[in-house]
């Protein structure tokens, strides 16, 4: 099933995963990717203004913060690849995890005792343990992997593959590729309902010349 929506939102719904996490964890505060900064800025959401400027690793893109609000994981996505890890009680850098090259797309799961970080060199997808602070698993996915989410029972991520057209299924028990799910062209961003029985692909290019891009469910 796929529903049409324009250009721009396909790639919109991307970045709005990416810096945003999940609704819960950022009551407060906002913590928004800085690209060509080298940096992350943290918005106080009652006040809608600016509190910290977080230096973190080169080309920072994606972010997502734990259930509990105390960390935010920020992919840096210029090779080699890292992830910084702010701790949000003093909006500071508190560790930097090695993962494979071009990080983009991160989630943390349900529980927050793991996050995963797509990698577009090679596609894989680096398995980071909170608590030790390193990579316990690199799973293969399709080509250019980018957004990431994980569903509710935290049992499944689905990772969206830039340039196979494909959204790849991650067992999260075991750490394997599962299944391959064809979707659009260029998916990118991808949500799981709160129910997990649906997910959502955001396809950047249109099957359709200039008739816009596509959702795919």
Known sequence: MKLRI???????????????????SLARN???TNFFSNNVSVIDTATNAVIATVSVGIDPLGIAVTPDGREAYVTNSNSP??????????????????????????AVNPDGSKVYVASGNPGTV?????IAKKVTARIPVGIGPGGVAV????????????????????????????????VGIEPIGVAVSPDGRKVYVANAASNVPLAGSTVSV
């Open 6 to 24: 324009s250009g721009m939102l396909a790639i919109a719904a991307f970045v709005v995963s990416c810096l945003l996490g999940s609704a819960q």
């Open 126 to 130: 680096s398995v980071i343990n909170t």
């Open 81 to 106: 690849g890292t992830v910084s890890v702010i701790e949000t009680a003093t909006d500071t850098v508190t560790g930097t995890i090695p993962v494979s090259a071009f990080p983009y797309g991160v």
């Open 30 to 32: 906002a913590y928004i």
């Open 151 to 182: 569903s509710p029972d935290g049992k499944r991520v689905y990772v969206t593959d830039l340039l196979s057209n494909t959204v790849s299924i991650i067992n999260a028990v075991t750490n394997t590729l599962i299944a391959t799910i064809p």
